[in-house]
């Protein structure tokens, strides 16, 4: 008995978590776009005419049940990446997304060889 | 040990270099290059009189398309507009106009004061229909060829180097 009500009590749990999930949450994406028209100011940041018509499809994609990516991929697709502040990763974008890694793991590599030589001489 | 850790040092150096390089020398002002080739998408546009649609598969194989983006109460459609009175007389060319947060009685006495251009004319009232075609102000055009991909968007009052550009394109197949 006691196994049954922990099941239903996961179930119950997981089931809301993943509609927390899935709620899209506007401010989140106004603040992920920026308004062309403005001078470096996101869509959730300007009252521009521009951004409030944006502000008026975003809402209608949730409506049609559109996830966040989704949104800022049709975005993209009229207005080109500069519209979203983290574009995806594209073929012209690479080394931006992948050098600081490529540079961290580098610079902890250095970093371990010189305590490694530091530790022989000692 | 020491000359590999030296080599991919200067290696790294040179790419965050050659990276800014190029990110300073890019234009960081929104263009439209990312739209020319790409196929418009809309299944219907509603008509600034009740009741009538355009739908997309009248406009396919048949004619060149300049969709015009304007407004009564926009000073610059005003400017414009005896570029898109000139551009009417051509057969190879239809133009569609959207009527951008407008009033329609001020639309019908802006285009019964300065001509009507337009093959038909479209209503977007809320603005969410210029968004669908990457618009961000008005006025602005968009020329499409017959398979409906884009060839050129116009920020912007077209001007007589954009007419020239325009006949250029429908006239050279």
Partial sequence: MKLKILIIIFIFKLSILKSAENIVEPNHIHKNLRCLVCQGQSISDSNSDFAQTVKLV?????????????????MAEKYGDWIVYKPQLNKENFLLWF???????FGGFIIFRLLKKKTQKT | MQKII????????????FVFYLSLNKDNNYNTESQIGKKLNFDKIESI??????????????????????????????SEHPMLMKLKSEKKLKLI?????????????????????????????????????GVY??????????????LQKFIGPLDNQDLDDILKKINKV
Wanted: hydrophobic share 40%; with cysteine.
């Fill in chain 2, 97 to 133: 106009g959207i009527n951008f947060k407008d009033k329609k009685s001020n639309a019908k006495i802006f285009l019964k004061e300065l001509g009507n251009p337009y093959y038909f004319i479209g209503k977007d009232e809320v603005g969410k229909l210029s968004i669908n075609f």
């Fill in chain 2, 6 to 17: 030296k080599i991919i040092t200067i290696s790294i150096s040179t790419a965050i270099i």
């Fill in chain 1, 58 to 74: 975003v809402k209608d994609l949730i409506e049609q049940g559109k996830s966040e990516e989704e949104i800022y991929s049709f």
């Fill in chain 2, 49 to 78: 009189d009740e009741d009538k649609y355009l739908y997309i598969k009248e406009l396919k194989g048949k004619n060149f398309v300049l969709i015009n983006f304007w407004a009564s109460w926009c000073g610059p459609c005003r």
């Fill in chain 1, 99 to 105: 050098l600081p890694y490529f540079i961290l793991s």
């Fill in chain 2, 137 to 150: 102000g008005i006025p602005e055009s968009i020329l499409v060829d017959e398979q409906l991909t884009i």
